[in-house]
């Protein structure tokens, strides 16, 4: 069972900033497609972005300009940095680890909560 943890969430300002990290095992940042979901309450969940495996990055529309992902393969660790945050950024974002090995396999993180106000 692979575990994702997620730390950096909390409440912060409109136009702040917050830095998500994902933990998890080494493997996987070479075997799975990394990224963020996130979900808004009453909202369905919705990509934030991902890295795919040669490295390039997608943006859902709304944060292009604003987030960036990155990758620290020493620290395994997946990051999102957050910028000019804005209220309709607040839910509770997920990390997760997809199309795994020769399985396939998802994996996901037990999220953690942004609220912007």
Same mark, same amino acid.
């Given at each position: 069972?692979?575990?994702?943890? /997620?730390? +950096? +969430? ?5 136009? !702040? @900033?917050? #830095? ?5 095992? +080494? =493997?996987?940042?070479?075997? *799975? &497609?990394? !990224? ?5 309450? %009453?909202? /369905?969940? $919705?990509?934030? @972005? ?8 997608? =943006? /859902? ?13 020493? #620290? ?11 209220? $309709? ?5 997920? *990390?997760?680890? &997809? +199309?795994? %090995?020769? $399985?396939?396999?998802? =994996?996901? %993180? ?8």
């Amino acid at each position: 069972h692979v575990q994702l943890v /997620e730390s +950096g +969430g909390g409440s912060v300002q409109v136009g !702040g @900033s917050l #830095k998500l990290s994902c933990a998890g095992p +080494g =493997y996987i940042f070479d075997s *799975c &497609e990394m !990224g963020w979901y996130r979900q808004g309450k %009453g909202k /369905e969940r $919705e990509m934030v @972005s991902f890295l795919s495996s040669d490295g390039t990055a997608d =943006y /859902e529309d709304s944060v292009k300009g604003r987030f960036t992902i990155s990758l620290d393969k020493f #620290k395994n660790t997946l990051y999102l940095q957050m910028n000019a945050l804005i209220v $309709e950024d607040t839910a509770v974002y997920y *990390c997760a680890a &997809e +199309g795994c %090995g020769l $399985e396939q396999d998802n =994996y996901y %993180g037990q999220g953690t909560q942004v609220t912007v106000s």
